[in-house]
């Protein structure tokens, strides 16, 4: 007798589409929920860059751009015009003070200083000439006091006989009282001479000093007369390395124009150019330093020169100990301009992230999920390879500093 099979209504057949779709529904509305008030965006590992936050010596500086000057340029001028007749040396020779580079002719200028030569030695004659007629002026009075004295001697002696004379009635009154008023002519005569003589000894010291000052300074206008004609020469005013020397024989040159210029290579220095944002923070003494031939090398600002030009102005810095064997005068190199002193602080490597996020926040990784999450943090100052973290971050966290430009303003990035 045939029996009635019954169908099982649960097969395994049907539960295990069954299953797996109620897991996939779980699994997504499991997601869902996490997820839900927090934006996600999937990236790939290989296009970020990371950064551990460390804590360091922190330094804010900036990098400069400078070029090798000599310690010191002296400009050669012509003092006086002229036409180049001889050229001693050659473009970037190395001279000694004193050294003849060109030989100037002026005719003009040499026939002024003999004219101005004769015309000085004529009035030094003329001045001489009276200075000797002084002389004899006074070899003349004295001369006349020395008379008068004689006279005065003679004549005493002549009065005191005709007195006697008188008394005895040997000559008569008139002849006594000639006598006697020849001999008061003379003194008052004398009393003249001596009133005479010191005034022309006070008169004579007098243009002596005038004559002695008038030739002096003859002489020095001399003097420079003849500087004037040593000035055709143009000697190196230092020791140092010749520049810009163009002119040629028979060349005419102005007075008062740059000839050339001498550069003092004893020593150098580095002109830099610091942005203008900068100009406040730069000042006369602060520090820097530049590798060369792989040693670093300490520089100090020693001038700042206050023009701004197309955006940045110029320190000129010198070396504080130790000068580089083989820097050469024109060579460019790039200096580290210290801005502060070294300082313990909490830093991050500077990347393309700032540029988004202004360094207001940024993605913190958890290397245990995989997962970056958005944290605010606060940066103080930077330098060109750190910022300064102030707060937000912690010592050994894990920081995508690469841009971010492609994740909008996502709470979280999934890794891949």
């Not at 040997?170 to 003194?187: G, K, R």
């Amino acid at each position: 007798m045939d029996r009635k099979i019954e169908k099982k209504t649960w097969r395994w057949q049907r539960l295990v589409p069954i299953a797996l779709i109620s897991a996939l529904v779980i699994y997504f509305g499991f997601n869902v929920y996490k997820s839900s008030g927090t934006s996600r965006l999937n990236v790939q590992t290989e296009r970020l860059l990371l950064d551990t936050v460390h804590e360091g010596a922190f330094q804010e500086f900036i990098p400069v751009t400078g070029a090798v000057l000599p310690i010191k340029t002296v400009l050669i001028g012509a003092i006086e015009g002229g036409r180049v007749d001889q050229r001693y040396v050659e473009d970037g020779s190395i001279l000694k003070a004193g050294q003849p580079i060109l030989e100037l002719s002026n005719p003009d200028l040499q026939l002024n200083y003999l004219n101005q030569e004769a015309n000085i030695v004529a009035q030094i004659n003329q001045i001489r000439t009276n200075s000797l007629q002084m002389e004899q002026q006074t070899l003349n009075l004295k001369e006349t006091a020395l008379n008068v004295d004689y006279q005065l001697d003679l004549l005493g002696k002549r009065v005191k006989r005709n007195k006697t004379l008188y008394g005895d009635g040997v000559i008569s009154e008139v002849d006594f009282q000639e006598t006697e008023d020849e001999y008061e002519h003379l003194l008052r005569r004398k009393e003249l001479l001596v009133q005479t003589i010191r005034k022309d000894s006070a008169t004579a010291v007098l243009q002596q000093q005038q004559m002695e000052n008038s030739l002096d300074l003859m002489q020095r206008n001399l003097q420079i007369a003849r500087k004037s004609l040593d000035n055709l020469i143009v000697k190196a005013p230092i020791d140092g390395q010749l520049a810009g020397l163009t002119s040629e024989l028979g060349e005419l040159i102005v007075e008062g124009s740059q000839i050339a210029q001498l550069d003092d290579l004893s020593n150098f220095k580095i002109r830099v150019q610091v942005d203008e944002f900068y100009i406040s923070r730069v000042f006369v003494g602060q520090t820097g330093s530049f590798q060369f031939a792989g040693d670093w090398y300490n520089l100090s600002i020693q001038k700042i020169y206050p023009q701004v030009i197309n955006g940045a102005f110029a320190a000129d810095m010198i070396f504080t100990d130790k000068t580089p064997d083989g820097i050469k005068r024109g060579q460019t190199v790039s200096v580290k301009l210290e801005l502060s002193a070294q300082e313990n602080a909490m830093m991050l490597a500077r990347g393309g992230f700032y540029q988004t996020t202004g360094g207001n926040w940024v993605y913190v990784l958890d290397p245990s999920s995989g997962v970056a999450h958005k944290r605010d943090i606060q940066i103080r100052r930077q330098n060109p390879n750190f910022y300064e973290i102030t707060s937000g971050l912690e010592e050994g966290e894990i920081v995508i500093t690469s841009s971010y430009e492609n994740f909008g303003s996502k709470d979280e990035l999934i890794l891949k």
